[in-house]
């Protein structure tokens, strides 16, 4: 169910902090030279306040209290997890933070963009239809779906600093007539009710407390007879809370993700339902029979490489290539030149790398459960 009270919004403070934190780095080509941009003194206040809730609390440890007070934070949790590992996302994977599916001699770019070709094409979008993206992060599934679809697109995001850059990277090409980004809280959407003929959400809505509250969000300001189309990061019905490493590969991806309350695949499928919505379509796409499993890059198999120009971005994501990144980046903090607590960040997001892997090997966790749902016509 969703929590009877939500975070107050607080759009100027939120601004205030994003520009104390990052400046003019959004307009840095590259995620690691924006990296290096930031105010130390806000890149600490972020750390802090971001890390509170999972330092020396292990999976072992666990307590309901402790995930609710997760849960209570959400929006800042989830806000202060992009001021800290957006630029850490653009220089491992790029601007489309997701997973997808690999075929054969594909290369991870091409995989990625069909991934986000594939939900607009269950999805039936339209040329001219208003689309909303929950959760649009630096703007790069809108991009590619807007140029494969035709669709006008408005982006939700709580990040100020991720907007700055979408906004940047959509008038780069030429797209910024098709493409709006809006700051607000998913949980509390200030649009109309009926605004949009389509929403989707691209491995974004596990942020939220509660799915059922950010679904029945989603149902308000969509359109009678409107769709909406999800990839949602899942517990698999194999994950038993009461087996140690299973929470352990959970929390870890919990973590390290942003994530303050990551539920099992029942639940999501009831949380769409209790919203209103009618369920067309649901599949594990992380269950087909792939050659290539989709968290291949993550694991650092060369092997799987689609093609030789993918040696870089797998070689970024290798145990190897990690390690170098957290020895150059805590040189870096050493000396000055990189903010406080980007080595601690960077840290997080490998261990989230490792649960992530485990828990694709070990059919405990899905990062694309896709839900093809419609708000009924009357």
Known sequence: ???????????????????????????????????????????????????????????????????????????????????????????????????????????????????????????????GMNVLDVGCGVGGPAREIVKFAGVNITGLNNNDYQIERAIRYAAKEGLSKQLSFTKGDFMQMSFPAESFDAVYAIE??????????????IYHVLKPGGVFGVYEWLMTENYDNENPHHREVRLGIEQGDGISNMVKISEGLQAIKDAGFELEFNEDLADRPDATPWYYPLAGDFRNMGSIWDFFTIARMTKVGRGVLHKFVGGLE??????????????????AADCLVAGGKEKLFTPMYLMIARKPRS
Not at 71 to 89: F, G, P, V
Not at 96 to 110: L, Q
Not at 336 to 344: D, E
Request: charged share 25%.
């Open 204 to 217: 974004a809505t596990v942020h939220a407390p509660s799915l059922e509250g950010v679904y029945s969000q």
């Open 334 to 351: 050493m000396i000055g030149v990189a903010p406080h607590g980007t080595q601690k960040t960077a840290n997080s997001l490998a261990v």
């Open 1 to 127: 169910m969703a929590p009877t009270s939500l975070e107050t919004e607080d759009h100027s403070r939120d601004a205030a902090f994003n520009k104390a934190m990052h400046g003019k780095s959004a307009d840095e080509k590259a995620g690691f030279r924006a990296m290096l941009k930031k105010d130390p003194a806000a890149q600490k206040a972020a750390v802090d306040e971001y890390f509170k809730h999972w330092d020396n609390k292990s999976a072992g440890t666990e307590t309901q209290e402790v995930r609710e007070a997760r849960k209570a934070e959400y929006a800042t949790l989830t806000r202060h997890y992009y001021n800290l590992a957006t630029d850490l996302y653009e220089y491992g994977w790029g601007a489309s933070f997701h997973f997808c599916r690999f075929a054969y001699g594909e290369n991870f770019y091409r995989a990625i963009a069909r991934h986000e070709h594939y939900l607009a094409h269950m999805m039936g979008l339209r040329e």
